[in-house]
């Protein structure tokens, strides 16, 4: 499939296009969560504190949240192609510096532009709801963001047993060899696509506070799903110093296997993608925030076992699918011919609620240990939980 054709909106993707996609976008998404299996190897080999080992799962996060907000909404001004390749080349540079790094505050300056350049996934995401037809967009949604969650899963596996076999170093190498596979991929089999918005860089990013003060919806969908999205981070910002404490002194290969329980959330994307309008997006994120809750009731209460923090773990999962998809999907449809800055404004949102509770996690470990943990991730549920029964949306 080269570019030789054009995709027309709501005219269907090409099946082999679309399995492109989620596939690229689940091996780029692992560049966000390969540290948090590794974070205390990091801290042994860089001398640092737990709390600025932290900082590194953060960085990333923040990152991740500054590319949404200036570079995917380039996706509506210019080729997204083009975009793309260059992410891609900029990544591979990234992470080749994370591997050679033996300073922190270095570590700390890669982390964030690999995850300012790690936004791809959210160029992708869009493509499959502007370009799929309309019986189809939230199932082609789904099947994307299905290989982001095995992207995420397989991240924390992978790197798990690659530190624990090679190291931390080598896992960073064969991510940047894994970016510049990604790229040429993208190159042969991603068409060009026109863009749809006629104006400037700066009126491009103006319309995002316009499209904030137009769709009230818009804001309710992002503030609960980065509320629910800071909860989840907060598990897995602290679960390596957890895990590697008494009773468990478990390495990095176990934390990464824990990952594996995620599969359950995996499997449910594109459930919820096709079913959103037949239960409703107000509906799933109540039974997100109840399994957020039950969730962190098994982390409180099983603290010292194994089968209750894979349980905590498969019903967090669950939950997060439910929150995400339900308001990820919706947004989309308010404003088809914004969709990128729309995805833009979630996104962004959801990645700031992200390192935030990954912040919070790893402020409150120092002080206070996993009941803090545990505490920041009830609070945000919360919080969450409070928008979507004061609003009715």
């Known amino acids: 499939m080269r570019d030789t054709y054009l995709l027309k909106e709501d005219g269907g993707l090409p099946r082999a296009l679309l399995l492109t996609l989620a596939i690229v976008a689940g091996i780029t998404v692992a560049n966000l969560y390969y540290n948090q299996a590794l974070l205390n190897m990091m801290r042994h080999d860089l001398g640092v504190t737990e709390f600025k080992a932290n900082l590194i799962a953060m960085a990333t996060q923040i990152g991740y949240a ?7 909404p ?6 997204r192609k083009r975009i793309i390749l260059v992410n891609f080349s900029l990544l591979t540079v ?8 033996h300073n922190i505050y270095l570590t700390l300056a ?21 370009f799929s037809r309309p019986e189809n967009k939230g199932r082609n949604v789904g099947l994307v963001i299905t290989g982001l969650l095995i992207g995420i899963l397989g991240s924390r596996v992978i790197s798990g047993f690659v530190g624990k076999l ?12 894994l970016m510049l596979v990604c790229g040429l991929v993208v190159m042969r ?40 999205f800071g909860s989840f981070l ?50 799933f994120n109540l039974i997100g925030g109840a399994l957020f809750l039950s969730a962190w009731l098994f982390f409180w209460a099983g603290a010292d076992s194994y089968a209750t923090i894979v349980v905590g773990i498969i019903l967090i999962d669950i939950g997060m699918q439910c929150v995400q998809l339900s308001n990820q999907t919706s947004l989309m449809e308010l404003s ?3 969709v990128s800055r729309m995805n833009t404004i979630f996104m962004t949102t959801y990645f700031l609620g992200g390192a935030a509770g990954t912040f919070l996690s790893g402020t409150f470990w120092q002080f206070f240990g996993w009941n803090g943990v545990v505490g920041v991730g009830v609070l945000l549920t919360l919080l969450s939980l409070l928008i979507t029964v004061w609003n009715k949306k």
Not at 94 to 101: G, K, R, Y
Not at 166 to 177: K, Q
Request: net charge positive; proline share 5%.
């Open 336 to 338: 088809p011919r914004a």
């Open 234 to 283: 907060a598990l897995w910002a602290c679960l390596a110093f957890k895990m590697g404490q008494a009773p468990f002194f478990a390495d990095s290969h176990v934390v990464g296997l824990l990952g594996l329980c995620g599969i359950a959330g995996a499997l449910t994307a594109t459930f919820v993608g096709s079913y959103v309008r037949r239960v409703g997006v107000r509906r």
């Open 74 to 79: 380039l996706g509506d001004l210019y080729q």
């Open 189 to 228: 089999m991603l068409p060009s696509i026109q863009p749809n918005f006629a104006g400037k860089y700066g009126e491009l990013m103006r319309s995002l506070v316009s499209l904030l003060k137009e769709f009230p919806q818009l804001r309710i969908f992002s503030v609960r799903a980065g509320l629910n």
């Open 94 to 101: 990234s992470l080749l510096v994370i591997a050679l790094s």
């Open 66 to 72: 500054g590319g949404l907000l200036f570079i995917v």
């Open 166 to 177: 090679l190291g931390w170093r080598e896992m960073y190498f064969i991510a940047a060899a």
């Open 110 to 130: 890669a982390s964030l532009f690999t995850g300012i350049c790690s936004v791809v996934p959210q160029i992708f995401i869009p493509i499959a709801s502007q």
